[in-house]
């Protein structure tokens, strides 16, 4: 049903205000102008001079306004360390609800990082949660969970600290997290990363919750590479610090996606509770095939990750809108654009998804599985 859809925009439109056959009458040149050869500038009902497109123009297409004012949720940001315009952006731009994951080892200064590290920037965002609410109106919900990106030194202490945070009604999620296969600073013990994962995905199935992975992205070919020393701007990092890889095989970023896929089915957590994030063309045949997860395609930061709107609109063309969401991930260490869910929108309607396929993958999706919007 999708197929072929696109193409009806670019059909030759036929001429309606200028027909030759009264075009070729005598004496009906009062809008020609004194050049013979405007034939078809004869009958408009346009005031113009000559002919312009508007002459030309026939089964304008018919435009879905509702997309102007279609409310869309955001499952995966760090909005809290952005500024207050960028967060007043997402509301401008009609977000009605995000998920603030607080998680990320770019916020901990010291490494290897320890609990109370992470402990601080989870109650960091739990401090300024409802403050951030009430200046924007949309829901600000939180994600909490432990990034495997820094080795952490007492990570046992933060699962045990975990299960209380879980308890509140602002956290809808437990994440971002899941295997990295390589680390900055210092490297981590696969095993280990694993442990942590399932113990967190364990965690999420007693709460209910639903549980954010971080998927590693595959790189896209960029025409040179930066001087490692001054790493890659708009990525606030220095990339010089990362380690030798702890997965190290064919294709580590989609072994660590299935690493993490099987600590929740050891952890007795359904699929259809885990929601991949930063989905990509390395993992999504994968996830959709071989799993009932949910994948979120990260959009915030194409330049990066070489993800955009028109891969997610392949992505519903090829398994339909069920198992999609769309997400930011805007960070105030990237190059990021609170803009981007918005234009991501009218983006897909343009490369010919349905309004109502739209609307699932951004905002019905969302809704159901965080449990956000009204
Ligand atoms: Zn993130």
């Known amino acids: 049903m999708r197929v072929g859809r696109t193409i009806k925009f670019y059909q030759p439109v036929k001429h309606k205000l200028y027909p030759e056959t009264t075009a070729l009458e005598p004496n009906a040149s009062s809008h020609a102008g004194p050049v013979a050869s405007q034939s078809t500038a004869m009958t408009s009902t346009y005031p113009t001079k000559r002919p312009t497109d508007a002459a030309h123009l026939e089964d304008e297409p018919d435009l879905p306004r509702e997309l102007l004012n279609l409310p869309w949720i955001d499952i995966h940001n760090h909005a809290h360390t952005l500024s207050w315009e960028d967060r007043e952006r997402y509301a401008l731009a009609g977000c009605e609800g995000m998920v603030m994951v607080s998680s990320g080892y770019h916020w901990t200064p010291y490494k290897p990082v320890r609990a109370g590290d992470v402990r601080y920037l989870w109650d960091d965002a739990v401090n300024r949660r409802a403050a951030i609410e009430r200046n924007h109106f949309f829901e600000a919900a939180l994600g909490l969970g432990v990034h495997t990106g820094v080795r952490i030194e007492d990570p046992d202490d933060l699962i045990d600290a975990m299960d209380a945070y879980c308890e509140l009604d602002e956290v809808v999620a437990v994440g971002e997290t899941g295997v990295t296969p390589s680390q900055h600073v210092e490297a981590w013990d696969v095993d280990e990363q694993r442990a942590i994962v399932q113990a967190q995905m364990e965690l999420a199935d007693k709460h209910d919750l639903p549980v954010i992975l971080h998927t590693p992205n595959t790189t896209t ?120 869910l918005k234009r991501a929108i009218f983006e897909l309607y343009r490369y010919g998804i349905d309004v109502d396929d739209i609307r699932q993958v951004v905002y019905e999706n969302p809704r159901e599985v965080f449990g956000l919007g009204t």
């Open 221 to 340: 070919d960029s025409k040179r590479s930066y001087r490692p020393e001054v790493g890659v701007p708009g990525y606030e990092k220095n990339t010089a610090l990362g380690v030798e890889p702890v997965l190290d095989g064919e294709n580590p970023q989609l072994e660590a996606v299935k690493l993490d896929v099987q600590a929740a089915r050891d952890a007795g957590l359904a699929e259809e509770r885990v929601v991949a994030s930063h989905a990509d063309g390395n993992n999504t045949d994968y996830l959709m095939t071989e799993t009932e997860c949910y994948l979120s395609y990260t959009i915030g930061h194409s330049w990066l990750v070489g993800v955009d709107a028109a891969d997610v609109a392949d992505a519903i063309d090829e398994y339909g809108p069920d198992r999609i969401m769309v997400d930011t991930d805007c960070a105030n260490v990237l190059r990021t654009d609170p803009f981007a």
